[in-house]
């Protein structure tokens, strides 16, 4: 038996990319899913290939900006499960672009999603897991926020927060409760094509071309955390090409 066999797993933006990916392989070794993101149509595709392979999975559409619908994904947990063992953060929007650009509303979304989106988590799960006397939050942020490049610069800021959020989070937790944060170099996934300026948009696009890593990659660092005895927190994974500078 896996350290992950038998446990409920909500996980946000699961639709596509690193989502999806962890949603399919914590299924596969035994976690019961619970899976949120404002696609409804992909979710019920995932949730059928879960259920395909004799997996259990159920969704419900999720936009994170919403409290309410953070909530509602954690009692969709209990409801169905009794309870919630973990949260996978992983909604995410990078909306890229030269700070010239002046895409304010951008800025807001990714703030409203990246950032926001995490609190709204752990305003949703936090009671519940005291309750529990247990819980692990795993947190998807980015190498954006060890490091800083042009025309990402709000996206960076986004990702310094929510490791900063997190990391606070891990000192408030104290014995019971466990605090990782994972974060991702160049993957494959359709990040590229959120930029609405289209030099940045070819530029990632060549990069994601030439030495992304594949969403699955991201999905068995989660994984590995997850797995982990209720004694042992893994706090930070980053997971990045080797041609990443």
């Known amino acids: ?23 399919l392989l914590l299924a596969e070794r035994g976690a019961r899913l619970v899976l949120g993101a404002r696609r409804d149509e992909q979710l019920a595709e995932v949730v059928a290939r879960i259920e395909k392979a004799g997996g ?3 969704h419900l559409r999720t936009d994170v900006t919403r409290p309410g ?7 969709l947990a209990r ?19 030269p700070l010239d650009d002046l895409r304010v509303e951008e800025w807001n979304r990714m703030v409203d999603v990246n950032v926001k989106g995490v609190l709204h988590g752990i305003g949703a799960a936090l009671p519940v897991f005291r309750a529990q006397g247990s ?5 998807v942020a980015s190498t954006a926020a060890f490091r800083v490049a042009p025309a990402m610069a709000v996206y960076a800021g986004t990702k310094v927060a929510v490791r900063a959020i ?7 937790a104290g014995a019971g409760l466990r605090v990782t944060t994972v974060s991702p170099g160049m993957t494959a996934t359709g990040f590229a094509e959120a930029s609405s300026n289209s030099q940045v948009r ?25 797995e982990q005895p209720d004694e042992v927190d893994v706090n930070e994974i980053v997971v990045r090409p080797t041609a990443q500078s």
Not at 79 to 97: C, M, P
Request: glycine share 14%.
């Open 1 to 23: 038996m896996s350290g992950i066999a038998g446990k409920v797993v909500a996980i946000t933006g699961a639709s596509g990319g690193i989502g999806e990916a962890t949603a």
């Open 56 to 58: 259990t999975a159920v």
């Open 69 to 75: 619908d953070l909530h509602a994904l954690v009692a």
């Open 79 to 97: 409801d169905r499960f009794g309870r919630l063992d973990v949260l996978v953060g992983n909604a995410g929007v990078g909306t890229i672009s």
């Open 135 to 139: 819980g692990h939050f795993v947190t």
């Open 166 to 172: 997190c990391e606070g989070l891990r000192q408030e």
């Open 202 to 226: 070819a530029d990632i696009t060549k990069m994601r071309d030439e030495f992304a890593i594949p969403a699955d990659a991201i999905a068995r660092a989660i994984a590995f955390a997850v």
